[in-house]
């Protein structure tokens, strides 16, 4: 039997696939008594505007945090609107998830901040080394840069629920 990883990229196609399928799994674990930690996105509608904010949310307390919230005109030109100071805000919540040694901890995910080496690279990389099983989503356009910060180690799964739990189900059976 080949060794299964502890951590694992998500890859997905920008604007495509069941991106819920992330949210389903971690409420699916999360149900399952799997003490999940991390942080999951959601997009939200700004009032009156048509717009969409991009929210972070703590996956156990269920905080949220603004990410995103677009002007209209960088929604008309589709410019990036990271809060970068609520990005860098976030990573506690993954170094709190080290320190607690979570069960799985769940990132969504490594963008264009984390290629430039900021965001939450140092946390993400600093829980892989710490041995904490870790699902991490991935944009195709950013592979290359992930499998180069992780020297081409760990698990490549779709963007599917059923890879993310076999994948899960693999690592839990190894017993580590």
Not at 70 to 75: A, K, L, N, V, Y
Request: with cysteine; proline share 3%; net charge negative.
């Amino acid at each position: 039997m080949s060794e299964i990883s502890s951590f694992a990229a998500a890859v997905y196609m920008p604007k495509t696939g069941d991106r819920g399928a992330l949210h389903r799994f971690v409420d699916q674990i999360k149900a399952d008594g799997v003490r999940v930690a991390g942080l999951l996105q959601q997009k939200v509608p700004m009032k009156d505007t048509g717009m969409m904010e991009v929210v972070a949310v703590d996956i156990q307390t269920g905080g949220t945090y603004s990410l995103n919230q677009p002007t209209r005109e960088s929604w008309k030109n589709r410019e990036c609107s990271l809060n970068r100071a609520t990005l860098t805000d976030t990573t506690g919540i993954l170094r709190r998830a080290v320190m607690e040694d979570a069960d799985l901890i769940v990132v969504e995910k490594f963008g264009e901040e984390e290629v430039r080496g900021g965001g939450l690279s140092d946390e993400i990389l600093n829980g892989i080394a710490a041995g904490i099983p870790f699902l991490v989503t991935v944009p195709e356009t950013n592979l290359a840069t992930w499998n180069d910060r992780t020297g081409g180690n760990g698990a490549i799964l779709k963007f599917e629920e059923t890879a993310f739990r076999d994948w899960w189900t693999s690592w839990l059976a190894t017993g580590q």
